[in-house]
DNA sequence: GCCAACGTTGGC
DNA sequence: GCCAACGTTGGC
């Protein structure tokens, strides 16, 4: 069965527009360091599956895309290069430690999807997001989640 | 195994 | 830029 996710980005790093110039508006969805996001992305994540594209600290933050699962887990790269950020000295190729997927953009929603209105709407209130102090950076979204925010994007 | 200290996330 | 909430680390 088809599942639903919502993967968090703060634009400032790598936001909609960095997706969009990626060759084939495809992008790996690396540098995840949080075990239960790294659990999602290893074990449940599969191709095929709808992705939520989140930007998070911006002004409002707001769904603003969907994409969609093009590979699923496998050993993220950038734990094994000292040069970059996410490089983690106890991971080994033999036993990597973190997972990446890769996605690609489907479509830019003709009206991003703020936090403020989801907040608002009675539909959505069991989203994880809107959980109290909810951080983790892939989450599991509902089909009935999934098709509200669509709708909410078409404007 | 507990928990204080520390680092990070992310809304505001 | 602030800071509450959360996750991880490491001393004991």
């Not at 069991?126 to 989640?145: A, D, F, N, W, Y």
Request: proline letters at 10%; charged letters at 35%.
């Amino acid at each position: 069965m088809r599942r639903y996710w919502l993967f968090k980005s703060d634009p400032e790093t790598f936001g909609l527009d960095d997706l969009e110039g990626s060759p084939g508006r495809e992008t790996c969805w690396d540098g995840v360091r949080n075990y239960q996001a790294r659990n999602l992305l290893r074990d449940e994540v599969q191709v095929g599956d709808g992705v939520l594209f989140y930007h998070s600290r911006a002004k409002p933050p707001a769904v603003v895309a969907t994409a969609r699962v093009v590979r699923k887990g496998y050993p993220d790269p950038t734990q094994f290069d000292p040069r970059e950020p996410g490089h983690d000295p106890r991971s080994k190729p033999e036993e990597p430690r973190w997972y990446a997927v890769d996605i690609r953009l489907e479509k830019r929603l003709r009206k991003p999807v703020e936090l403020p209105e989801m907040r608002r709407l009675p539909a959505l209130e069991s989203m994880v997001l809107l959980h109290k102090g909810s951080r983790l950076s892939i989450q599991p979204v509902t089909k009935e989640e999934w098709s509200m925010i669509l709708r909410l994007g078409r404007g």
